[in-house]
C-alpha cells in the first residue's frame, strides 16, 4: 500500500504529525475491507423468536420457553389423513412451541423482504442441535440434531392484497427429554438474498410459571421493568460463573446495595432483571467477621437445573421446574440452604488444615525478573524483583491440563511441577478474573478494568482495551453511528459464547441507558496494533511508501483430507421438511403446521425408542414407520401430484429420514471420539510468504528440500494419543502439505459403557511464528489463523451398541438344525427356538450415527440372569444362582446350558464365547428353574431366559463395554421323568378304561335295546288305556244304535286286548326265568 505523503510545500512536518496523520489514514485504509463487504453484502441478518401455537400469525409478540410437556392438539389431524403413507393407529403429539423465523436488511422493511424472499424461492434452513445432559446415569448420552426446512404462513393481520401482505416462516420447537440448553442455526437454502448464518440460545427456563390469571412470573422473585443508570454507571466488572454448555439460564449480580440480579434463558439476546425473593440476613460472622453489611449479590453460580448465590454469608440457591430432566414436577422453593464445613471449624482459622490436600506447587515469594524476556521458566535460580507475589485465583482447562496461576502476575503450566512465568504481564496490574473458551483462548479482565488476551500455550499476552486498536475500532463505531457503542459505557462482564469473546455493556447516550451484548472484536485489535505498530515509511523520489510489514510466516492456510465427520464427533442428525400444501400459493395453514409438528414428534420418538435388543432387518430409527407403506410410495405421489391427498396436505415417506453422509465444513471438527487404536488424519495446506525454502545436504544424500513454514502438534496427553506429522514440499507452487495423524495409543483406557466416563485430552495444532499475527478475511471480519484446538475423548464413544442378530441366529440355526420350529403361537417380535436344536447366538455391533451394522466379532460372556415360563412371572436371579446356572464349576447340578467351547474366563467360573462358538445345548438340569416346566395347555412347556451378553474383560479389540440384556424364548422343553412318568400312567389308566368301557357297552346293547323296547311298548299301552275310558266317561249319554255299536268295538277291542296279553304274558315269564 502506498500513496503521497500528506504535507504542504516547505519546511517538512514533525515526523509526530506525519505519523498521526498515516494513523488516521490508516484507520480508513483497515476499513476497506468492511466498505467492500457493505457494498457487495446487504447487512442482512436473520430474526428468530418464539410463539405458542394459539399465537401463530400474530405480529410482534413473543413467548418464554417454560412449557415442557407435550400437547395433545394434533391427534385428531391425523385421522383425517386416510390416504397417507401414516398409520392412523399411531400416537402423534407436538410441541408447545413454534419458532418464527424473519430477516432483515438496513434501510428495508422487513415485511417487504420476507415478502421478497419468498417469491425468489428463499427458505429458512433450521437446525437444532440438543446439548447432552450431565446426568449421563439418567439419559443417554449422544449427540443429537434435527434439520427443518421452515413453512411460510401468512400474518392474521387484515389485508387487501389477493394473496399475501405480511408472512414469516415456522418450524416447530422440539424439546427432548434430558435436555435443556438448545442451539438454534439458521441458514438460507441458497436462493434469494445472501443472509449470513447465525446462531441462536433457545433454552428451557424452568424459573417461570403462570400465576392465577395465567401470566407468566418468576419463580425466584419479582421482575423489575426499570433499568436505572445507578444500578450500572461506574460499576465493577464481575465475572459471569456458570457450567459451560450445560446452563439454561445464566444469572449476574454485583449490582450495589440491592438484592437485583440479571437473569437470561437466550445468554443476554434478551434478559430480566428481577428482585429475589430472599430475606436480606446477617449471620455467621462470629466465624468470618465481616467489614460491613449490605444487600449486593455478590456471587452468582448457574448450573443445569440450579441457581447459587452468595449475599453477605449466605448461600442462596433455587431449584428450577424441569420435567424434561426429573420426568417429574420439581420446583423452586426458595428455601436457605448453608452449611459450615468442615463441621464445627471456623472456615476462616482452619480451611488450610485439612490433611487430604496435596501440594502441588511452591508459589515464589516475589515476581521473577524478566530481563526483557517474553516469559521465563521458574527454576529457583533466577532472580527477583521487590514486588510480592499477591495470587488470587487458579484456573485449569480439563483438555489441554494447562494450569494457571493468577493474581499480579501470570504463571503457566502443563504438568503441575513446571511453571512458566509470563512475563507481558504487567506485575502493576491485578488480575480480578478470567474468562475462559477452552478452545485455546482466554481472556484476562484486572482490578482497574483493563481486557488482555492470551492463547494458551504461547507466551505473549496482548492489551485489548485500553490500546491503540481499540481507539481505531471505537472511532470508526461511532463514525458508523452503531448503536453497539458509546463514548460512555461500562462494562458488566466479559465470557465466551461458541469460542466468541463478548461484553455485556451499558450504554449512555444522551441520559439514556441501554444494556446490550456485543462481540469483542479481538482479531480487530490485534490487526489494527500490528498495521499500527509495524509499518515502514520509505522514500522514493519526491514521495514516502507506506508499506506494512506481515509477520505472519503464510499467506493461503486451508485444512485439506478432512474425513466424513460423524464418525468422530458423533453428531447425529435427522432431516424432517414440512408437509405438502395442496395450494396454489404454497402458503401453510394452522392444520398443516400442527401435522408438521405431529411429524417431528413423531421422528424425534422413534429415535428415543430405537434401543431395543433385538435388532431390525434394516438399521434406521425410521424403517418401521415406512415399513408396510414403502412399496405404494407411487401410489401417494400420484394422488399429491393431481391434488387428491386427504386433508389438504401430502406426507412424503422421503422427507423424515436420518443422514449419514454429512459432508466436512473444510475445518477441524468440534470434538473427536476415538475408541481402541483409532485414528484421524487430516492435512493442512500452507502457502509460505516469500521464498522460504532452503536446501541442506546430508550425508549420503545429494540435498533436500526444507521449508522454513513448520507445524508443531501439541498433545495434552502423551502418553495416550500420539501424532505424526509428514512434510511434502510444493516448490512450484511455493507451498507445504502437512499430513497430521493423531491415533490412540490403547494404554490409557479400560472399558466403559458408550458415552460414559471418557477421558478428556486435546490436540493443538501450531504453525510456528503465527499466535496473533495470521488473519484471514471474510465477509463477517477477520478471522485468526495459525492455531487449531481440537478437545479429544478416548473411550466408547457414543451411539454404538450390541444388538441381537435375531434374522441371522433363525436362518443359521435353521441350517446348522436342518429344520426350525418356530411356537405355535408366533410372535414375529421374538421368534422361538426349540430346546433340543443347539441355539447359535449371533450379535451385530450397530452405529447409531453412521448407521453402520456389522457382526460382533469380538468375545464376550453370556449369562442367563432371570427368567419364567410366562412373561408375567419373570424374575431375576441373584448372584449365587447366576453363578449355579451358568458357570461350568457347578456342583450342584444346576445348570442351564452348556456348550463346547473350552476357553473361559481367568478364574473358569464362565465360558468365553465368540461367533466362531460351537453353540450352546440346552440342559435345564434338576436343580435349574426351567426344570420340570408345567405344560399352559397340550402343548409342550415353553419358558423365557433373560440372557445377558457382556464383553467386559475378555474383549480387547475396543474399549467399549458392551451391555446387552434380551429375552429368549425356548419351546419344547422336556418334563421331568416322575411327571413324565406320571403323566403316562394317567394316561394309560384313561386309555384302559376307555376300552373296558366300549367292551361292555357292545356286550350290554342289545339288551338295552330291547328293554328300551319293552317299555316303550308298557308306555304305549298305558296311553291307549287312558285314552278309552276318558273316551267312554265322556260319550256316556248317545243314542242305542251308536251304543250298540260302541259295545260292539269295545267287545272287539277287549279281545284284540286279550290277544295281546297272552304273548306279553309269556315273554315276561320268560324275563323272569
Same mark, same amino acid.
Given at each position: 500500500?502506498?500513496?503521497?505523503?500528506?504535507?504542504?510545500?516547505?519546511?517538512?512536518?514533525?515526523?509526530?504529525?506525519?505519523?498521526?496523520?498515516?494513523?488516521?489514514?490508516?484507520?480508513?485504509?483497515?476499513?476497506?475491507? &468492511?466498505?467492500?463487504?457493505?457494498?457487495?453484502f446487504?447487512?442482512?441478518?436473520?430474526?428468530?423468536?418464539?410463539?405458542?401455537?394459539?399465537?401463530?400469525?400474530?405480529?410482534?409478540?413473543?413467548?418464554?420457553?417454560?412449557?415442557?410437556?407435550?400437547?395433545?392438539?394434533?391427534s385428531?389431524?391425523?385421522?383425517?389423513?386416510?390416504?397417507s403413507?401414516?398409520? /392412523?393407529?399411531?400416537?402423534?403429539?407436538?410441541?408447545?412451541?413454534?419458532?418464527?423465523?424473519?430477516?432483515?436488511?438496513?434501510?428495508?422493511?422487513?415485511?417487504?423482504?420476507?415478502?421478497?424472499?419468498?417469491?425468489?424461492?428463499?427458505?429458512?434452513?433450521?437446525?437444532?442441535?440438543?446439548?447432552?445432559?450431565?446426568?449421563?446415569?439418567?439419559?443417554?448420552?449422544?449427540?443429537? $440434531?434435527?434439520q427443518?426446512?421452515?413453512?411460510?404462513?401468512?400474518?392474521?393481520?387484515?389485508?387487501?392484497?389477493?394473496?399475501?401482505?405480511?408472512?414469516?416462516?415456522?418450524?416447530?420447537?422440539?424439546?427432548?427429554?434430558?435436555?435443556?440448553?438448545?442451539?438454534?442455526?439458521?441458514?438460507?437454502?441458497?436462493?434469494?438474498?445472501?443472509?449470513?448464518?447465525?446462531?441462536?440460545?433457545?433454552?428451557?427456563?424452568?424459573?417461570l410459571?403462570?400465576d392465577?390469571? %395465567?401470566n407468566?412470573?418468576?419463580?425466584?422473585?419479582?421482575? +423489575?421493568?426499570?433499568?436505572?443508570?445507578?444500578?450500572?454507571?461506574?460499576?465493577?466488572?464481575?465475572?459471569l460463573?456458570?457450567?459451560?454448555?450445560?446452563?439454561?439460564?445464566?444469572?449476574?449480580?454485583?449490582?450495589?446495595?440491592?438484592?437485583?440480579?440479571?437473569?437470561?434463558?437466550?445468554? #443476554?439476546?434478551?434478559?430480566?432483571l428481577?428482585?429475589?425473593?430472599?430475606?436480606?440476613?446477617?449471620?455467621?460472622?462470629?466465624?468470618?467477621?465481616?467489614?460491613?453489611?449490605?444487600?449486593?449479590?455478590?456471587?452468582?453460580?448457574?448450573?443445569?437445573?440450579?441457581?447459587?448465590?452468595?449475599?453477605?454469608?449466605?448461600?442462596?440457591?433455587?431449584?428450577?421446574?424441569?420435567?424434561?430432566?426429573?420426568?417429574?414436577?420439581?420446583g423452586?422453593?426458595?428455601?436457605?440452604?448453608?452449611?459450615?464445613?468442615?463441621?464445627?471449624?471456623?472456615?476462616?482459622?482452619?480451611?488450610?488444615?485439612?490433611?487430604?490436600? *496435596?501440594?502441588?506447587?511452591?508459589?515464589?515469594?516475589?515476581?521473577?525478573?524478566?530481563?526483557?524476556?517474553?516469559?521465563?521458566?521458574? +527454576?529457583?535460580?533466577?532472580?527477583?524483583?521487590?514486588?510480592?507475589?499477591?495470587?488470587?485465583?487458579?484456573?485449569?482447562?480439563?483438555?489441554?491440563?494447562?494450569?494457571?496461576?493468577?493474581?499480579?502476575?501470570?504463571?503457566q503450566?502443563?504438568?503441575?511441577?513446571?511453571?512458566?512465568?509470563?512475563?507481558?504481564?504487567?506485575?502493576?496490574?491485578?488480575?480480578?478474573?478470567?474468562?475462559?473458551?477452552?478452545?485455546?483462548?482466554?481472556?484476562?479482565?484486572?482490578?482497574?478494568? *483493563?481486557?488482555?488476551? +492470551?492463547?494458551?500455550?504461547?507466551?505473549?499476552?496482548?492489551q485489548? #482495551?485500553?490500546?491503540?486498536?481499540?481507539?481505531?475500532?471505537?472511532?470508526?463505531?461511532?463514525?458508523?453511528?452503531?448503536?453497539?457503542y458509546?463514548? %460512555?459505557?461500562?462494562?458488566?462482564?466479559?465470557?465466551?459464547?461458541?469460542?466468541?469473546?463478548?461484553?455485556?455493556?451499558?450504554?449512555?447516550?444522551?441520559?439514556?441507558?441501554?444494556?446490550?451484548?456485543?462481540?469483542?472484536?479481538?482479531?480487530?485489535?490485534?490487526?489494527?496494533?500490528?498495521?499500527?505498530?509495524?509499518?515502514?515509511?520509505?522514500?522514493?523520489?519526491?514521495?514516502?511508501?507506506?508499506?506494512?510489514?506481515?509477520?505472519?510466516?503464510?499467506?493461503?492456510?486451508?485444512?485439506?483430507?478432512?474425513?466424513?465427520?460423524?464418525?468422530?464427533?458423533?453428531?447425529?442428525?435427522?432431516?424432517?421438511?414440512?408437509?405438502?400444501?395442496?395450494?396454489?400459493?404454497?402458503?401453510? %395453514?394452522?392444520?398443516?403446521?400442527?401435522?408438521?409438528?405431529?411429524?417431528?414428534?413423531?421422528?424425534?420418538?422413534?429415535?428415543?425408542?430405537y434401543?431395543? /435388543?433385538?435388532?431390525d432387518?434394516?438399521h434406521?430409527?425410521?424403517?418401521?414407520?415406512?415399513?408396510?407403506?414403502?412399496?405404494?410410495?407411487?401410489?401417494?405421489?400420484?394422488?399429491?401430484?393431481n391434488?387428491?391427498?386427504?386433508?389438504?396436505?401430502?406426507v412424503?415417506?422421503?422427507?423424515?429420514e436420518?443422514?449419514?453422509?454429512?459432508e466436512?465444513?473444510?475445518?477441524?471438527?468440534?470434538?473427536?471420539?476415538?475408541?481402541?487404536?483409532?485414528?484421524?488424519?487430516?492435512?493442512?495446506?500452507?502457502?509460505?510468504?516469500?521464498?522460504?525454502?532452503?536446501?541442506?545436504?546430508?550425508?549420503?544424500?545429494?540435498?533436500?528440500?526444507?521449508?522454513?513454514?513448520?507445524?508443531?502438534?501439541?498433545?495434552?496427553?502423551?502418553?495416550?494419543?500420539?501424532?505424526?506429522?509428514?512434510?511434502?514440499?510444493?516448490?512450484?507452487?511455493?507451498?507445504?502439505?502437512?499430513?497430521?495423524?493423531?491415533?490412540?495409543?490403547?494404554?490409557?483406557?479400560?472399558?466403559?459403557?458408550?458415552?460414559?466416563h471418557?477421558?478428556?485430552?486435546?490436540?493443538?495444532?501450531?504453525?510456528?511464528?503465527?499466535?496473533?499475527?495470521? #488473519?484471514?478475511?471474510?465477509?463477517?471480519?477477520?478471522?485468526?489463523?495459525?492455531?487449531?484446538?481440537?478437545?479429544?475423548?478416548?473411550?466408547?464413544?457414543?451411539?454404538?451398541?450390541?444388538?441381537?442378530?435375531? @434374522?441371522?441366529?433363525?436362518?443359521?440355526? &435353521?441350517?446348522?438344525?436342518?429344520?426350525?420350529?418356530?411356537?405355535?403361537?408366533?410372535?414375529?417380535?421374538?421368534?422361538? #427356538?426349540?430346546?433340543?436344536?443347539?441355539?447359535?447366538?449371533?450379535?451385530?455391533?450397530?452405529?447409531?450415527?453412521?448407521?453402520?451394522?456389522?457382526?460382533?466379532?469380538?468375545?464376550?460372556?453370556?449369562?442367563?440372569?432371570?427368567?419364567?415360563?410366562?412373561?408375567?412371572?419373570?424374575?431375576?436371579?441373584?448372584?449365587?444362582?447366576?453363578?449355579?446356572?451358568?458357570?461350568?464349576?457347578?456342583?450342584?447340578?444346576?445348570?442351564?446350558?452348556?456348550?463346547?467351547?473350552?476357553? @473361559?474366563?481367568?478364574?473358569?467360573?464362565?465360558?468365553?464365547? =465368540?461367533?466362531?462358538?460351537?453353540?450352546?445345548?440346552?440342559?435345564?438340569?434338576?436343580?435349574?428353574p426351567?426344570?420340570?416346566?408345567?405344560? $399352559?395347555?397340550?402343548?409342550?412347556?415353553?419358558?423365557?431366559?433373560?440372557?445377558?451378553?457382556?464383553?467386559?474383560?475378555?474383549?480387547?479389540?475396543?474399549?467399549?463395554?458392551?451391555?446387552?440384556?434380551?429375552?429368549?424364548?425356548?419351546?419344547?422343553?422336556?418334563?421331568?421323568?416322575?411327571?413324565?412318568?406320571?403323566?403316562?400312567?394317567?394316561?394309560?389308566s384313561?386309555?384302559?378304561?376307555?376300552?373296558?368301557?366300549?367292551?361292555?357297552?357292545?356286550?350290554?346293547?342289545?339288551?338295552?335295546?330291547?328293554?328300551?323296547?319293552?317299555?316303550?311298548?308298557?308306555?304305549?299301552?298305558?296311553?291307549?288305556?287312558?285314552?278309552?275310558?276318558?273316551?267312554?266317561?265322556?260319550?256316556?249319554?248317545?243314542?242305542?244304535? =251308536?251304543?250298540?255299536?260302541?259295545?260292539?268295538?269295545?267287545?272287539?277291542?277287549?279281545?284284540?286286548?286279550?290277544?295281546?296279553?297272552?304273548?306279553?304274558?309269556?315273554?315276561?315269564?320268560?324275563?323272569?326265568?
Amino acid at each position: 500500500m502506498c500513496g503521497t505523503a500528506m504535507f504542504p510545500a516547505g519546511p517538512p512536518w514533525s515526523r509526530v504529525r506525519v505519523l498521526q496523520v498515516l494513523w488516521a489514514l490508516l484507520a480508513v485504509l483497515l476499513a476497506s475491507w &468492511r466498505l467492500w463487504a457493505i457494498k457487495d453484502f446487504q447487512e442482512c441478518t436473520w430474526q428468530v423468536v418464539l410463539n405458542e401455537f394459539k399465537r401463530v400469525g400474530e405480529s410482534g409478540v413473543s413467548d418464554s420457553f417454560f412449557e415442557q410437556e407435550p400437547v395433545d392438539t394434533v391427534s385428531s389431524l391425523f385421522h383425517m389423513l386416510v390416504d397417507s403413507p401414516l398409520n /392412523p393407529s399411531e400416537k402423534y403429539l407436538g410441541f408447545p412451541y413454534y419458532l418464527k423465523i424473519n430477516y432483515s436488511c438496513e434501510e428495508k422493511p422487513s415485511e417487504d423482504l420476507v415478502r421478497m424472499g419468498h417469491l425468489t424461492g428463499l427458505k429458512p434452513l433450521v437446525l437444532v442441535t440438543f446439548q447432552s445432559p450431565v446426568n449421563f446415569y439418567r439419559w443417554k448420552i449422544e449427540q443429537l $440434531q434435527i434439520q427443518m426446512e421452515a413453512a411460510p404462513f401468512r400474518s392474521k393481520e387484515p389485508c387487501m392484497a389477493e394473496e399475501v401482505c405480511s408472512m414469516s416462516w415456522y418450524t416447530p420447537m422440539p424439546i427432548k427429554n434430558g435436555s435443556v440448553v438448545m442451539r438454534v442455526d439458521v441458514s438460507s437454502n441458497g436462493l434469494g438474498s445472501f443472509i449470513p448464518d447465525k446462531r441462536f440460545q433457545m433454552n428451557i427456563n424452568g424459573f417461570l410459571k403462570r400465576d392465577q390469571d %395465567n401470566n407468566i412470573q418468576f419463580t425466584v422473585g419479582e421482575k +423489575l421493568f426499570d433499568l436505572m443508570p445507578r444500578y450500572f454507571v461506574g460499576v465493577s466488572s464481575r465475572p459471569l460463573w456458570h457450567t459451560v454448555d450445560q446452563s439454561p439460564v445464566l444469572i449476574l449480580g454485583g449490582i450495589p446495595n440491592e438484592k437485583y440480579v440479571l437473569m437470561t434463558d437466550t445468554s #443476554f439476546k434478551d434478559f430480566s432483571l428481577v428482585e429475589l425473593s430472599i430475606d436480606s440476613c446477617w449471620v455467621g460472622s462470629f466465624y468470618c467477621p465481616h467489614s460491613g453489611f449490605t444487600a449486593t449479590i455478590y456471587d452468582t453460580i448457574a448450573t443445569e437445573s440450579t441457581l447459587f448465590i452468595r449475599q453477605n454469608q449466605l448461600v442462596y440457591y433455587f431449584t428450577g421446574t424441569y420435567t424434561t430432566l426429573y420426568e417429574r414436577n420439581r420446583g423452586s422453593d426458595g428455601q436457605v440452604s448453608f452449611e459450615m464445613l468442615p463441621r464445627k471449624w471456623s472456615v476462616c482459622e482452619q480451611i488450610g488444615a485439612s490433611d487430604d490436600l *496435596e501440594l502441588l506447587y511452591h508459589i515464589p515469594e516475589f515476581i521473577p525478573e524478566a530481563r526483557g524476556l517474553e516469559f521465563l521458566m521458574i +527454576l529457583g535460580t533466577e532472580s527477583y524483583t521487590s514486588t510480592a507475589m499477591a495470587p488470587k485465583g487458579i484456573f485449569c482447562n480439563p483438555y489441554n491440563n494447562l494450569i494457571f496461576i493468577w493474581g499480579n502476575f501470570l504463571l503457566q503450566s502443563s504438568n503441575k511441577e513446571n511453571f512458566i512465568y509470563l512475563a507481558d504481564f504487567p506485575k502493576e496490574l491485578s488480575i480480578k478474573y478470567m474468562a475462559r473458551s477452552f478452545r485455546g483462548a482466554v481472556a484476562i479482565v484486572t482490578e482497574t478494568e *483493563e481486557i488482555w488476551y +492470551l492463547l494458551e500455550g504461547s507466551y505473549r499476552v496482548y492489551q485489548l #482495551f485500553p490500546s491503540k486498536g481499540w481507539q481505531v475500532h471505537i472511532s470508526l463505531q461511532l463514525m458508523q453511528q452503531s448503536s453497539l457503542y458509546a463514548s %460512555n459505557e461500562t462494562m458488566l462482564t466479559l465470557f465466551y459464547e461458541d469460542s466468541k469473546l463478548y461484553q455485556l455493556v451499558y450504554l449512555m447516550n444522551n441520559q439514556k441507558g441501554q444494556l446490550v451484548k456485543r462481540l469483542m472484536p479481538v482479531e480487530q485489535l490485534l490487526m489494527y496494533q500490528q498495521h499500527t505498530s509495524r509499518y515502514d515509511l520509505e522514500r522514493k523520489g519526491g514521495y514516502l511508501m507506506l508499506s506494512f510489514i506481515n509477520f505472519c510466516p503464510f499467506s493461503v492456510m486451508r485444512l485439506r483430507s478432512l474425513p466424513r465427520p460423524q464418525r468422530y464427533t458423533r453428531q447425529e442428525r435427522y432431516r424432517a421438511r414440512p408437509p405438502r400444501v395442496l395450494e396454489r400459493s404454497g402458503f401453510h %395453514n394452522e392444520n398443516s403446521l400442527a401435522i408438521y409438528q405431529g411429524l417431528v414428534y413423531y421422528l424425534l420418538w422413534l429415535h428415543s425408542v430405537y434401543d431395543k /435388543p433385538y435388532a431390525d432387518p434394516v438399521h434406521d430409527p425410521t424403517w418401521r414407520w415406512w415399513e408396510n407403506n414403502k412399496q405404494d410410495q407411487d401410489y401417494y405421489f400420484f394422488l399429491a401430484s393431481n391434488w387428491r391427498s386427504s386433508g389438504g396436505v401430502s406426507v412424503e415417506m422421503d422427507s423424515y429420514e436420518k443422514i449419514y453422509n454429512l459432508e466436512s465444513a473444510y475445518e477441524l471438527p468440534e470434538r473427536i471420539f476415538l475408541d481402541k487404536g483409532t485414528e484421524y488424519s487430516f492435512a493442512i495446506f500452507l502457502s509460505a510468504q516469500g521464498h522460504t525454502f532452503r536446501t541442506q545436504t546430508e550425508l549420503g544424500a545429494a540435498f533436500q528440500l526444507h521449508s522454513q513454514v513448520d507445524v508443531g502438534v501439541v498433545l495434552a496427553d502423551p502418553a495416550c494419543i500420539e501424532a505424526s506429522v509428514k512434510q511434502e514440499v510444493m516448490i512450484n507452487r511455493n507451498s507445504v502439505l502437512f499430513s497430521i495423524t493423531l491415533k490412540d495409543k490403547k494404554l490409557c483406557y479400560d472399558q466403559g459403557i458408550s458415552g460414559h466416563h471418557l477421558m478428556k485430552t486435546s490436540m493443538t495444532v501450531n504453525v510456528v511464528g503465527s499466535s496473533g499475527l495470521c #488473519f484471514q478475511e471474510t465477509h463477517r471480519g477477520p478471522r485468526m489463523q495459525g492455531n487449531l484446538m481440537v478437545p479429544v475423548f478416548i473411550g466408547c464413544p457414543p451411539g454404538k451398541r450390541l444388538a441381537f442378530d435375531i @434374522t441371522y441366529t433363525v436362518e443359521y440355526s &435353521r441350517l446348522k438344525n436342518k429344520h426350525y420350529f418356530d411356537c405355535v403361537h408366533v410372535n414375529p417380535e421374538m421368534p422361538c #427356538f426349540l430346546f433340543r436344536d443347539i441355539f447359535y447366538p449371533f450379535f451385530l455391533i450397530q452405529d447409531l450415527v453412521t448407521g453402520d451394522s456389522g457382526s460382533f466379532q469380538g468375545s464376550y460372556v453370556l449369562l442367563v440372569v432371570g427368567g419364567g415360563p410366562t412373561m408375567d412371572s419373570l424374575k431375576d436371579y441373584s448372584e449365587d444362582e447366576i453363578y449355579r446356572f451358568n458357570s461350568p464349576l457347578d456342583k450342584t447340578n444346576s445348570l442351564i446350558w452348556t456348550t463346547r467351547t473350552t476357553r @473361559t474366563t481367568k478364574d473358569s467360573a464362565f465360558h468365553i464365547m =465368540s461367533h466362531e462358538s460351537p453353540g450352546i445345548e440346552w440342559l435345564c438340569l434338576e436343580n435349574a428353574p426351567c426344570y420340570d416346566s408345567v405344560p $399352559q395347555g397340550i402343548f409342550a412347556p415353553e419358558f423365557f431366559f433373560k440372557v445377558l451378553v457382556s464383553n467386559r474383560g475378555v474383549d480387547t479389540s475396543t474399549y467399549c463395554n458392551y451391555q446387552l440384556t434380551f429375552l429368549l424364548h425356548i419351546h419344547g422343553l422336556p418334563l421331568s421323568p416322575k411327571r413324565a412318568l406320571f403323566i403316562v400312567m394317567v394316561s394309560a389308566s384313561v386309555f384302559v378304561g376307555l376300552v373296558i368301557f366300549y367292551i361292555a357297552f357292545c356286550l350290554l346293547w342289545p339288551l338295552v335295546v330291547k328293554g328300551c323296547t319293552m317299555i316303550r311298548w308298557k308306555i304305549n299301552d298305558i296311553i291307549a288305556s287312558e285314552s278309552y275310558y276318558t273316551y267312554a266317561s265322556i260319550s256316556g249319554i248317545s243314542s242305542m244304535p =251308536s251304543l250298540r255299536h260302541s259295545r260292539m268295538g269295545s267287545m272287539f277291542s277287549s279281545r284284540m286286548t286279550e290277544d295281546r296279553a297272552e304273548p306279553k304274558e309269556a315273554v315276561e315269564r320268560q324275563l323272569m326265568t
